[in-house]
Every structure is written in structure tokens, then in C-alpha cells.
């Protein structure tokens, strides 16, 4: 009985299989060497049969790759980017972001194939954090500016009601003394979550969880069902309690706002879903197993307006909001290396808490 003997390529390339992203190492002609287990997935076919068959044949349009593979065997780029189309057995073609690289043994290629919903949501984490960090900065720095005239407006207030009295004028200085105190409860809010130090213990997220309901349902006893999928096998993990229980409730408060006339209704709904994802990337990083929590209701949905900038500070879709609740919630899950994602239509509204595990 004929034996196969085992592809020396495995043992060089074995650590691709932990990637999610789609690898394949190419000699110059074209012929696959090896494949990882993502691509495996994706082809949905076996590596044996990927393996040896003539890669550019994969795609839709096989020239682009087929010239791509002879400049890189002519030493005319490092790397190349491009996008293609790659098709796959009993399904319809998939978008894929293409990343071409020279191996550093002479007529060998790598191919990373990103699919472009992928990339796109890669792109997005990326922007939310930086976009974080620069909110963090100027929330500082903004409540730092404001903080010290408006000491010295409220103090000259409450001089001048010493010296005035005329009950009128006494009203006019309350005013003043009542808007600088609503502008300091702003401002402490502001600079709350980089004030107070990181206290981490052990975490449960099912009593956090468990904690904001009881929250919540004290505050909405009538019209709103919330409802509990957990995954009991998530284990503890490090992190602060409180700034947990505040991230989720402030999440969770978004959604009651959200559901205001459903609620009114009768048939307002939040679930709460925990799932332990695996071989994650979020933040740059990629995680072996990560939590995630969604919170979930049947609102109308996030605004058009507003889908893209919900995190940043001040920046409310309902009149009266101080826009600061999913900010201040994306800082406490970010201070845990972690990350709010949203994805919203009219009728289901998901907000993702994602936070790595150990």
C-alpha cells in the first residue's frame, strides 16, 4: 500500500494554524506548499487537496496573482497588496485583501488573505482606540481648564450674596452658584475614571451581570423583560468590580433610554448574552480566549447620525444626555486591555464587550 510521506513544510509552518487570518506558502509557479487550517476553513476542502494544486486557480481572476508571483520572483517588490476575489466550494466567492511576501528562501512565496469585512472590522477597533486615547487626553485636559475658573466664579458668587441684600439680586447669584456646582458634578464625572485607582480582584462577570439587572429592573419594575443567556464555564478573571458593574450598567442604562416607548408599551427587552470566544484579534492584539458580553435590546436602533461617533464624549442621541455613559464604559473596559464594539439596525441593538481571558 502506497504511503505518503508527511509535507516537510508543516514543521516550518506549523505556527500558522493558530492564525484566523488565511495563509498559504506558494513556490514561484504557483503550486501550494502548504496551507494553514483558516484557509483549510475557508476553501472548505481538505489541505491535502489544497496542497501541490496551482493557488492563483483559487481566485476569480487567477492573472493578477500569476504576475504578482513573477515580480516577486524577479525581486521587483518586497511585498504586494492587493484585492481579489476568492472562491470557495458550494459558495458564492468572498472578498479578500491579498498580502504577497518573499519568504527568505529564494522561489518562495507567502500569501495572507484577509477577508474585508475582517480587515474593515480590524480598521474599525483600531480607529475606536485611538479615538479613545485622544477622548481620554482631552476630556482631561478640557475638565482641568474648566475646573479652575469655575472655582473662582462660585466663590465670587457666594461673596457678593454676602454683600447684596436684595432678595432679587440674591436669587441671581444662586443661579450662578447652582449652574458653577452642575458644571463641577460635570466635570468630577469627567475626570472620575482617571482618578481612582485600578482595585483588581477577582472578577465574576455573571454577578456583575447579575448586579446591574437587580440595578435596573428596581429602576424599570414595569414594561422591560431582561433576559439571561450565560455561558457558566467562563471562568473568574483579574479585574476592577466597580468599574465593571459601571461600564455594564452604563450600557445598559444606553438601551433603557433607548426603549423609552417600549418600555411605555409593554414589550421592551434586554438580554444579556456571555460567550468565551477563541484565537481573537482586537486592539492589535490577538487573544487564545477572550470574554465576550453582549448587550442586547429591541430598541429602534442607534441613529444615522450618530452610529459612527457614539463614543465620543458628549455626543448623545436623546435630548438631555450628557453623552458621557459609553464613553466613560469604553475607558473601563479599555483600563482591562479590552473593547466596546456596537452593531446596531432598527430592533436589535448589540453592544459587544470583548476582554481578554486568561
Known sequence: MPHNPPNPYIARFQAFDLLATLVAV???????????????????????????????????????????????????????????????????????????????????????????????????????????????????????????????????????????????????????????DRLQSLVDRLLAPHRRPHVVGDVNIHEICERVRSLILAEFPRGLKIEREYDVSIPEFRGDREQLIQAVLNVAHNATQALSERIADGDAQITFLSRIARQVTFGKQRYRLALELHVIDNGPGVPESIKDRIFYPLVSGREGGSGLGLTLAQTFVQQHHGLIECDSVPGRTDFKLLIPLP
Open 26 to 180: 506558494l513556490s514561484s509557479d504557483g503550486a501550494v506548499l502548504f496551507a494553514n487550517a483558516a484557509l483549510e476553513d475557508a476553501l472548505g476542502t481538505s489541505r491535502r487537496t489544497i496542497e501541490g494544486s496551482h493557488f492563483p486557480d483559487c481566485f476569480t481572476e487567477p492573472l493578477i496573482l500569476q504576475n504578482a508571483l513573477e515580480g516577486a520572483g524577479s525581486n521587483e517588490f518586497a511585498a504586494l497588496r492587493y484585492d481579489a476575489w476568492l472562491k470557495r466550494l458550494n459558495h458564492d466567492p468572498v472578498p479578500v485583501h491579498v498580502i504577497l511576501a518573499q519568504t527568505e528562501r529564494q522561489g518562495e512565496v507567502i500569501i495572507e488573505l484577509l477577508p474585508q469585512e475582517q480587515q474593515a472590522k480590524q480598521d474599525r477597533e483600531e480607529r475606536l482606540i485611538d479615538q479613545a486615547q485622544a477622548n481620554k487626553e482631552l476630556i482631561r485636559n478640557l475638565a482641568h481648564e474648566i475646573k479652575n475658573p469655575l472655582g473662582g466664579i462660585r466663590g465670587a458668587a457666594q461673596l457678593l450674596e454676602m454683600e447684596i441684600e436684595s432678595r432679587e439680586l440674591i436669587e441671581y447669584t444662586q443661579v450662578i452658584i447652582h449652574e458653577a
